[in-house]
């Protein structure tokens, strides 16, 4: 199977052994977006939504994610993050909330599953909390911005 690290040479799913691998600081930058009408854009803005503070409730469920990682996505290793920061931005021009989130650990894997985990869980709330505004929300752009640590060296995402 190559180069495919979850997969052994049959072709079934593992867990990958990290066990000698060097401890080394670890960090992940993700980034996702939703992207709504006008005035559910206005209303995130405002904090404007009956279910409370759009901001505090996504960045709060990123966060919570990250840290379940493990739990959520088959095969990843349960890892004890240092940092966790899910900031949410406003991007006018598109009427879209910009989610971004850091992950740090010093340990044996990386941490851009977390990241990416945090980011995908602040956008679906973000969805869940202006829904009955708008349903034609759209979620978009979940990538990985950014990794540092780690024997497969640094990677930043290309402009």
Known sequence: MGDLTHLDQKGQARMVDVGGKPMTARQAV??????????????????????GSVRAAAEFAGIMA???TSELIPLCHPIPLSSIKVEIAAD?????????????T???TGVEMEAL?????????IYDMLKASDRAMVIDGVTLLEKSGGASGDYRRAP
């Open 30 to 51: 993700a980034e996702g977006r939703v992207r709504m009408n006008a005035e559910t854009f206005r209303k995130a803005l405002d904090g404007d939504s009956k279910k």
């Open 66 to 68: 990250a840290k379940k």
């Open 92 to 104: 006018e021009k598109n009427q879209a909330l910009v989610v971004t989130a850091r992950a740090k």
């Open 106 to 108: 010093t340990g044996q």
């Open 117 to 125: 985990t945090a980011v995908s869980v602040a956008c679906l709330t």
